[in-house]
């Protein structure tokens, strides 16, 4: 298989927990703040996480600005005592308004300090899991700051099977003290069949919304270098690809060759899988009679169905930058679970 290598991205949030990690390696101690819970206005949801190093090094964000300093203050305390902290921060309307956002509100944010003696073999385990894309939660002792990782399963936890599942966070109570429970979903894939003009465009914008992407085209001259530099390209065919890549519930695959023969065999390869999001770019004319070609192969109307076509959201876009957009929002929306008209 001729597997063109991504450069380094460069504009890319990366994984806190990959942060985490490095950073531990590096100075020996680090803090996690993570979102636990919000009112009101919030433009970081419950999860959304700020890792932070000595010094004023740190990455990430739990409030899009407007309590990140007394943050990063609480956080060098909290790694000098090497104890957790459960924050509570009201913003006001005023302070609201100055940092963009709509209205006041509350957040609550843990901080979780790590040290490399005690915490590296579970930073390990978790990054482990993470990139095997094996669905794990984190449940820290907001008290004590016990950590326990908790794998999908027969023996988890009812109430911490129940957060997985929904792949939200919230406080849960112990008896030795409230803890908070973070489910850890494997991030969205997003695999793109077609090395087109509007596959790059497409490209560059999941990966900058934090969706792992490759791209797939036989075409050698399609899937370049030059063309997909920060993104992982494979020339190959699909069928072959995608059974190296594996399709798995948080995959979305999205054909956009506009050759029949190569968006064919991209969609029969997903529709074979479970697969969250499929899509394929063409006229309702032209999605009519790809019907009909995969009928003749065996798939049922049921099967034919799950397929997004034409790819996108109905916003009258235009033009490969435009098409790009509509179709990322429609699998966000699939994402989110907005499918509600």
Same mark, same amino acid.
């Given at each position: ?10 504009r ?6 990959e ?10 101690r ?5 979102v636990?819970?919000t ?7 419950a ?5 932070v *190093?000595p ?11 407007c309590?990140?300093?007394d943050?990063?203050?609480e ?6 005592a ?13 302070t609201a308004?100055r ?7 509350k ?12 915490d590296v ?9 993470r990139?095997?894309r ?17 794998r999908?399963g ?6 911490v099977?129940?957060?997985l599942a929904?792949?939200?966070c ?8 409230e803890?908070?429970v973070?489910?850890?979903v494997?991030?969205l ?11 790059q ?5 999941a ?16 899937a370049s ?5 920060n993104?992982?390209?494979?020339a190959?065919?699909p ?7 594996g399709l798995?519930?948080?995959?979305a ?10 968006d064919?065999?991209?969609l ?7 697969c ?9 004319t032209?999605?009519?009679?790809r ?20 790819v ?17 929002a429609e ?5 989110? *679970?907005?499918n509600?008209?």
């Amino acid at each position: 298989m001729n597997v063109i290598a991504p450069e380094r991205p460069s504009r890319v949030v990366r994984d806190p927990w990959e942060v985490a990690r490095s950073w531990l390696a590096e100075h020996g101690r680090v803090a996690l703040a993570t979102v636990v819970s919000t009112w009101g206005s919030a433009p970081v949801p419950a999860g959304g996480q700020l890792v932070v *190093g000595p010094g004023d090094r740190f990455e990430g964000s739990v409030s899009g600005g407007c309590v990140e300093a007394d943050v990063l203050i609480e956080a060098a305390e909290a790694m000098q005592a090497g104890k957790p902290k459960l924050l509570e921060f009201g913003v006001s309307e005023e302070t609201a308004w100055r940092a963009g956002l709509p209205c006041g509100g509350k957040i609550q944010i843990l901080i979780d300090p790590l040290e490399q003696s005690r915490d590296v073999g579970l930073l390990d385990k978790i990054l482990t899991a993470r990139r095997a894309r094996q669905p794990i939660a984190v449940a820290t002792n907001v008290v004590t700051g016990l950590r326990v990782l908790h794998r999908a399963g027969a023996d988890m936890p009812s109430e911490v099977a129940s957060f997985l599942a929904s792949g939200t966070c919230g406080l849960v109570a112990s008896p030795g003290g409230e803890v908070f429970v973070q489910p850890l979903v494997p991030p969205l894939r997003v695999i793109v069949a077609g090395a087109t003009h509007i596959g790059q465009v497409f490209a560059e914008l999941a990966r900058q919304v934090g969706y792992c992407v490759t791209v797939v085209d036989p075409r050698a001259a399609f899937a370049s270098k030059e063309r997909f530099g920060n993104t992982a390209a494979l020339a190959e065919w699909p069928e072959a690809a995608f059974g190296e890549i594996g399709l798995d519930t948080r995959t979305a695959v999205v054909a956009l060759t506009h050759a029949s023969h190569i968006d064919d065999e991209a969609l029969a390869a997903a529709l074979r899988s479970p697969c969250l999001y499929i899509g394929a770019l063409g006229s309702r004319t032209t999605h009519a009679k790809r019907v009909e070609r995969l009928k003749a192969a065996g798939f049922s109307d049921a099967d034919v169905q799950r397929i997004h076509a034409p790819v996108g959201l109905a916003i009258g876009a235009k033009g490969p930058a435009e098409i790009a957009v509509s179709i990322l929002a429609e699998i966000i929306k699939v994402v989110r *679970g907005a499918n509600q008209e």
